[in-house]
Every structure is written in C-alpha cells, then in structure tokens.
C-alpha cells in the first residue's frame, strides 16, 4: 500500500508541474492575444475594403489587356498558407491544413509556407516550395508582405502558376478562429459566377476609367493589393493562433486541476487503507 | 456644395471616414482633385501631399504614400499605404529623417538595392516634412 502511494504522491507532482506549464502558456498566450487581437481589428477594415474593392472592380471591369485581370486555364495553383510557428495550440494548425488538403485534391500546386509549422507540413508531404524565406509568422511586417507579394507578381507574370490563393485562419471571436481561403489573383475569380450574374443582372457594366491606363493602373495596384491582403491575413491569422493556444491551455489547466482532485481522492483512500491496515495488524498480533 | 462618401483606410486602421466636398491628391500620373459626382474612376497612388475638404469647408493636409483611388457610384475609397494627417507628423522627426537619408545617399558607396531603400526613404521624408512645415 504504502508503494501506491508513493505513486500516486509522483503522479500529482507531475501533473502539477504540468499544470504550471499550462497556466503559464495561457497568460503569455492571453497577454500576446491582446496585442494581436487589436493589430487584426486595426487592419480588418483596410483587409475588407480592399478585397470588396478589388472584387467590385473586377465585377464592372470589361479590359482585359492586363494579365492580372483575365482568368487562364489553371494548370497550376500556388497557395500562400499561414500556420502557427508552434504547436501546442489546439487545433490552430491541423485545423487549417486539413481544410488546404480538401481544397488541393488532385490539384498540382506550389506553396508559400509563412509559419514553421506550415513549412515543415509541406516538406514532410513533398509539396514544390516557392521559398522558405518567410518561415516564422510572427515576425513578419508590412514589408516582408510586400517582398511575398513581389515574389507572387513575379511568378505568376512568368506563368509559373495561374492561380493564386491564400489559406489563412480567421479570427471570429476569442473562443472561435475559422480556417478561409480566399482568392487572390486572376482579379475574375475575386467574384462567385453566380453572383456575378446576379449583379449584372442584364444591366450594362459600368465604365471605370482608368488613369493613365487600365494597364498602368493594374500593374502598380495589384501587388499593393496582395501585399495588404497577405498581411491582413497574417495579422488574423497571429490572433487566431494566440486565441486558440489560449482556449487549448485553458482547457488543459482545467484538466489538470480535475485530475489533480482526483489523485488526491485516490492518495487519501490509499492513505487510509494503510491506516486501517496496519490497526488491524495490531489488534491482530495483540489478540493472538 | 455636392459632397461625396470618403473612406480612407490604412493597414494600421481607418484614417477617415465621413462626408468630403473635394480630395486632392497625387497619382502615379500627377495630381488630381476628386469632386462629388465623379465619374466611376481608378487609380494608383503616387507619393505626396493630399489634401481634403471636408463637408464644412476645412481643409485637411495629409501626407500620402503609395496605395490605390477608387471611385466607385459616388464613393470614393482610397486605400493608402501610409497616410498621415499634418498634424500627426512630429516636423522635427521629418526633417531629421530626411537629412539622415541624404547624408546616407550623397556618402555613397551602396548597393543597387540599399540605394533603391535609400532614396525611397529619402523621398517619404521629403514628403512628410513638406506637409509637416506649412
């Protein structure tokens, strides 16, 4: 008896050390979220804007000279994906990796991993990468965002890659984060064929001028437009992942503290047993 | 006078929001003014002075940097990459930035590259504190 329970006096040490570990990643994680939550709520209007922007351009755009604008036929797609650089955050990272997978079957496509996590992913997997520049996500700025966005107009001016799409989380609340993915170039795939239809509806297109031509125009907007959706994304994406390593250590320092009550309940039953025990050991070897 | 729907927006949050008789700023093709009623238009941004008027008839300077113009079914959206309102712009800084890069510059002795950062800096500082000084 009194081996079990030195066991079970072990086993709530452990746990409790765990625990300390737990807390202590929840407070960093909630201080960390804080900073990130209102980084993505400062950035969120420009995000939308500029996407709702770009989309009702590319609704109403009837020129096609710049190869921005015009869809081809896809052979390939390349996909910025943004994961945390660390795990330990619920289910933050495969959460997001498994809606990509659903998204990329059967599809040939390159990546842009931004994050540690998204970057090992895909090298375990064997998935082209375009660079590895930008593994750590939480150091990225406003000019990183503009070097990936350089690096995407380049390619897929090139024809490297026909498609662009970025897979980001999003951060809907404190205990909530979506994984999204939302299109980014050509600027027709911006807009549901449907809606699309529902938009025109018959009506004429609008006439956008354009100065000094739709051409100019396209070339010096879209990379500003990639590298502000890119960030955007990136900023939502810190958040969530912060919000998501907060809601996952809280849930394990709960854990703790329930079995940590639990071994206790165990500790002082055993306790009590070698207490009984041993009276009985008395009484026996006095009777006899 | 007519007013229009201005929205300015940066990566750093919302610089304005509100009624606007006239925005005035540079493109990537030269200056132009918005006025309400404009017709469906798009542009990039350059790197300059901008200035807007607001629905009461006061004007507000700003320094703008890069970014698009949109102006769409009487709204006009402008996204800016940096947008920074006179008043915000410390002179002292401004100045003290553009020297700074122009002494980096005329030392010489840079890459192709460090003197691309060089004179991009040098010509937002020059920007800031000319808008910053009146």
């Known amino acids: 008896m009194a081996g079990s329970m030195k066991e079970i006096k072990l086993r709530i040490k452990s746990v409790e050390s765990t625990m300390q570990i ?46 921005y604008t015009k869809a081809r036929p896809v052979k390939r797609t390349c996909y910025v994906v943004i994961a945390g650089d660390r795990g330990l955050a619920g289910g933050y990272n495969s959460n997001l990796f498994k809606m990509m997978d659903a998204q990329t079957q059967g599809e040939d496509y390159c990546v842009i991993p931004i994050g540690k996590k998204a970057l090992e992913y895909y090298q375990r997997r064997g998935v082209p990468i375009l660079t590895t520049e930008f593994a750590l996500a939480a150091d990225i700025s406003v000019g990183d965002s503009f070097a990936i966005a350089d690096l995407l107009c380049k390619g897929y001016l090139a024809g490297e890659y026909d498609r662009i799409a970025i897979g980001y989380t999003n951060f809907v609340s404190m205990l909530t984060q979506t ?15 449907k809606e699309l239809e529902q938009i025109r509806d018959g009506k004429p297109r609008m006439l956008i001028l354009y100065e000094p031509d739709s051409e100019t125009v396209f070339n010096a907007i879209v990379p500003e437009y990639l590298s502000g959706l890119v960030y955007g994304a990136m900023c939502e994406s810190v958040a969530s992942e912060q919000g998501a390593r907060r809601t996952a250590m809280d849930a394990a320092s709960k854990n703790a503290a329930e079995m940590i009550e639990n071994l206790n309940l165990y500790y002082n039953r055993a306790r009590q047993a070698a207490i009984t025990q041993e009276i009985t050991e008395i009484v026996g070897g006095s009777a006899s | 006078m007519n007013t229009f729907h201005l929205t300015i927006q940066t990566v750093d949050g919302p610089a304005f929001e509100g009624e606007a008789q006239r925005l005035f700023c540079r493109t990537i093709d030269g200056d132009v003014a918005i006025l309400a009623h404009h017709a469906d238009y798009c542009t990039a941004l350059g790197m300059g002075e901008a200035r807007v008027t607001l629905e009461d008839g006061t004007v507000r300077k700003a320094a703008c940097i890069g970014g698009m113009l949109t102006m769409l079914d009487n709204r006009c959206r402008l996204l800016a990459t940096t947008w920074e309102w006179s008043e915000d712009i410390d002179p002292e800084r401004a100045h003290a930035a553009r020297d700074r890069a122009q002494a980096l510059i005329e030392q010489g002795g840079l890459s192709n590259r460090e003197l691309a950062l060089a004179s991009a800096k040098l010509q937002r500082a020059l920007v800031r504190s000319s808008v910053a000084k009146k």
């Not at chain 1, 737990?22 to 994680?29: F, I, P, S």
């Not at chain 1, 993505?40 to 995000?47: D, G, K, T």
Request: proline share 10%; with cysteine; net charge neutral.
């Open chain 1, 179 to 193: 994984p999204a993915l939302l299109p980014l170039l050509p600027l027709e795939s911006l807009n549901d064929p």
């Open chain 1, 22 to 67: 737990t807390k202590a990643m929840e407070l960093v994680a909630s201080s960390k979220l804080r900073r990130a939550k209102e980084r993505a709520e400062s950035c969120r209007p420009y995000f939308n804007t500029l996407h709702q922007t770009l989309a009702d351009i590319a609704a109403s755009n009837t020129e096609f000279t710049s190869p």
